[in-house]
Nanobody, 119 residues
Framework: VQLVESGGGLVQPGGSLRLSCAASGSIFSINAMGWYRQAPGKQRELVAAITSGGSTNYADSVKGRFTISRDNAKNTMYLQMNSLKPEDTAVYYC??????????????WGQGTLVTVSS
């Protein structure tokens, strides 16, 4: 099972980016999915999470600006980031609780995508 993020890049403050996370491989089902981020010199933190049923939760720092969503048919998760601030600069990682085709439970992580918010 592999998770691949895309959509990171350089954006000016106040701008927007949309991150995607696509899961591939032998997948039976995907339960909760989430976006984490790690800024230089800081610990990795949860940004947003979504259950298979679509329930969501967000870090206080991104509420009202970021929106997490998923397309279960495509095994893909998204993070729409609006009104970006310099403090949102970080490497963003996707995470998923995957049940593989072998019915093994996996805690899968992507390789990360860099988001830089700067003028």
């Amino acid at each position: 099972v592999q998770l691949v993020e895309s959509g990171g890049g350089l954006v000016q403050p106040g701008g927007s980016l949309r991150l995607s996370c696509a899961a591939s491989g032998s997948i039976f089902s995907i339960n909760a999915m989430g976006w984490y981020r790690q800024a230089p010199g800081k610990q990795r933190e949860l940004v947003a999470a979504i259950t298979s049923g679509g329930s969501t939760n967000y870090a206080d720092s991104v509420k009202g600006r970021f929106t997490i969503s998923r397309d279960n048919a495509k095994n893909t998760m998204y993070l729409q980031m609006n009104s970006l601030k310099p403090e949102d600069t970080a490497v963003y990682y996707c995470n998923a609780d995957v049940v593989a085709g072998t019915l093994d439970a996996l805690d899968a992580w992507g390789q990360g995508t860099l988001v830089t918010v700067s003028s």
